[in-house]
């Protein structure tokens, strides 16, 4: 097949962009921080706390690792409609009521007596989270300049970088003074308070234009996306960049608690504000492929978490904290740049392109993140490192194949103003 493009939305009153540097631009990137924070705080928060289900429910790694798998399973399934759902209800309106729910969700979650009711829980906000992420990369898709949008996709990941870190931070701390409910608790009313400023913060969609839910349009604009050279493997690609993340970070507290490391929970914890390096790599990176082109610097994310794989298989706790420390930058400048490409690849289909790349990336948490427990459970770290290596050698392997896909002829791509400061 031939790479032909979607058509794109009709044009709009330019003055109807939300460029760097207005007000706008300000409230969008405060609104899109704080909804990355709160998603990914309440998604995460549980992923430091798998050694204390195990010890306290006597789970397996692989049965604790699904208080995490559950709900990212569910999330990708969901994804998949809410693109569908906010074109007839609106962004805003989605996003909104998805931030609300999802932080009800954790608070109950603190409460469940059993293990059971905590996974059905955690399914539940797997549905809840789902109108966030497709969403937000939609309005940005829409709603940003094209000048703009790479700074902008680019500050909203940080937040979500700065949400993964405090979600997974502050309830592994707080579970080594006040148990882990407590931990789960805080998170929740962190996410609430959230949710309440993206509401006041973000500005009401100027460009969207509501569609009426037609299973048969969105089935087309599905199967066009298919057509494209390109998607479809980015699309494969976020399986793998997430897939391998996150297993990384599923067994690595089993790990150095155990000997001979002995860690305590909340030294473990505090490992997770390695996810500070997301907020300056998703950016920086994002900005350096506006730059020299999205071909040229995906391939280096993917080589760069290949060596901190090879890095915590040594015994030094250095060279296992550096190598994380590799895999975290390169996995968010990897997203980055893929969820940004997905967008100016897609044309008028936005929604169901973000929707499908979230798919595939949330089910590379899932499927990998639960996968590694058995690695982890036959062979230690080294089945972990093993299994997490095929993964991102594989990612690797097809950034290599993308630098010979050619770019749409009519879809500019200028560099990221980030010169001008980054937070406009």
């Known amino acids: 097949m031939h790479d032909l493009p979607l058509p794109d939305a009709p044009a709009a009153d330019p003055q109807d962009w939300i460029r760097h540097g207005t007000p706008a631009f300000r409230r969008t990137n405060l609104a ?42 569910v ?17 805003k309106p989605v996003m909104v009521a998805s931030l609300l729910s999802s932080a009800v969700l954790v608070l109950a979650s603190a409460a469940m007596p059993d293990w059971a009711s905590l996974l059905v829980v955690r399914t539940l906000l797997g549905l809840t989270l789902s109108g966030l992420p497709a969403v937000a990369m939609t309005y940005l898709s829409e709603e940003m300049h094209v000048e703009s949008i790479g700074l902008g996709m680019g500050l909203y990941i940080s937040g979500s970088a700065v949400g993964g870190m405090g979600g997974r931070l502050v309830a592994g701390v707080l579970a080594d003074f006040f148990g882990w409910r407590t931990g789960v608790a805080v998170v929740g009313v962190i996410g609430l308070v959230c949710a309440l400023a993206f509401w006041r913060a973000l500005p009401p969609s100027r460009r969207f234009v509501r569609q009426p839910w037609d299973a048969r349009a969105l089935a087309a604009r599905f199967a066009g996306m298919f057509r494209d050279r390109g998607l479809p ?45 997301g907020t300056f790599s998703s950016a920086w990176m994002g900005h350096l492929a506006g730059k020299l082109g999205r071909r040229k610097v995906l391939w280096t994310a993917l080589a760069l978490m290949m060596v ?58 899932s499927v990998a993140g639960a996968s590694g427990g058995l690695f982890y459970a036959a062979h230690g770290w080294n089945g972990v490192a093993a299994f997490v290596g095929a993964l991102v050698l594989a990612g690797l392997v097809i950034a290599l194949g993308l630098v010979r896909l050619k770019p749409l002829v009519n879809v500019a791509t200028p560099p990221t103003p980030m010169s001008k400061g980054a937070m406009g």
């Open 32 to 73: 899109l921080f704080a909804a990355g924070l709160a998603t990914f705080g309440l998604l995460y928060c549980v992923q430091p706390l798998m050694p204390e289900f195990s010890r306290d429910y006597g789970v397996s790694e692989a049965g604790a690792a699904m208080s995490l798998s559950l709900t990212t399973g």
């Open 233 to 277: 493997w980015l699309f494969v690609e976020g399986f793998l960049l997430l897939g391998a993340f996150v297993t990384v970070y599923n067994y690595l507290g089993y790990r150095l608690l155990a000997p001979p490391y002995n860690l305590s929970q909340a030294v473990v914890g505090l490992i997770f504000g390695i996810y500070l390096i």
């Open 308 to 365: 901190g794989v090879l890095l915590t298989l040594a015994a030094s706790l250095w060279l296992i904290a550096l190598g994380i420390v590799a895999i975290t930058f390169g996995f968010f400048g990897g997203h980055s740049i893929v969820s940004s490409w997905v967008g100016r690849r897609a044309g008028a289909a936005k929604a169901q392109a973000s929707s499908m790349y979230l798919f595939c990336y949330y089910m590379g948490s």
């Open 75 to 91: 999330l990708a399934f969901a994804m998949l409609f809410a693109g569908g759902l906010s074109d007839a209800w609106g962004r």
